[in-house]
């Protein structure tokens, strides 16, 4: 038996990823319902061999359907994900709204499963920022085994983290390099991100940080261990899809770089590359359609005691998201509801 699944949010970059990734991990849906708002009533989605029409989320009825997953804004699902978690839909969520209320867990299905069982309290699951997601995946064996005390992480974070509106001016900038007349004054981000680096995602905080980089201290914690020392610079890139980060970590004990590639290699959702030459590493132009979290680079850090330096990359639509979103639903039907 299979599950009852709307998607929240199909037209989206997210939501066609989401049925994307439904379809390729055959996922047992039995009925799908592809909902959007009504200015985009009407348009079409893909579900494998099957076209969708997208139904009106003002007027869906979500009571008998199973899992709702939810790749709207903070203020759509503020709106619509209590409604279907009270018709007795679980809501797995792609926004930023739940993932720091106590008793909604926050889940990185390679992380942290157990707290699958939470998602009983209040029919919500919260699914983690797209650099966090990436980054508590490479982290998390690594931590098993020798205890981490502080992480310094710099991120490399592609236009599509902002959608479809960044994605466009990061095209349309590029094209106006070469075109005269058809040049594109910065509107989405805050100076211009064709052929240039911007040190500034999401809003600032009194902290001097900005809010992407205070969500990775605050989900790591929540994720991971609340015990480990985080601190973050994020930064948006020319690069379409894929994000990366140099991550820096202090252990409580010592671990060699053969044994954290050995532990690595083992761990699920992660793929090791790392050769020491020319093209021995991973861009986030080799990442993009692909599940794992990759990680090259591995190497002491000789200017702390016990410290390590590596390399990160992963497809933010994917891991960052819509597989994350899949994967807590995989792990829900395995752990909670037991249908499929």
Known sequence: ??????????????????????????????????????????????????????????????????????????????????????AGCVVIDNSSLYRYTPDIPLIVPEVNPDDIEMARNKNIIANPNCSTAQMVVALKPLHDRATIKRVVVSTYQSVSGGGKEAMDELWLQTKGMYVPGQEKPASVFTKQIAFNVIPHIDVFMDSGDTKEEWKMVAETKKILDPKIKVTATCVRVPVFVGHSESINIEFEDFLDEDEVRDILREA????????????????????VGEYATFVSRIRQDS???NGINLWCVSDNLRKGAALNAVQIAELLGRRVLKKG
């Open 303 to 305: 200017t702390i005691e």
């Open 268 to 287: 699920p959702g992660i793929l090791v590359i790392d050769k020491r030459e020319d093209g021995g590493y991973i861009t986030p132009v080799e990442c």
């Open 1 to 86: 038996m299979g599950y009852r699944i709307a998607v929240v949010g199909a037209t989206g970059n997210v939501g066609r990823e989401i049925l994307k990734i439904l379809d390729e991990r055959e996922f047992p849906v039995d009925e799908l319902a592809v909902l959007a708002s009504r200015r985009s009533l009407g348009s079409e989605c893909h579900f494998g061999d099957k076209t969708y029409k997208t139904t009106d989320l003002d007027i869906f009825d979500f009571t008998g359907w199973d899992i709702a997953l939810f790749a709207v804004g903070s203020e759509a699902t503020k709106k619509y994900a209590p409604i279907a978690a009270k």
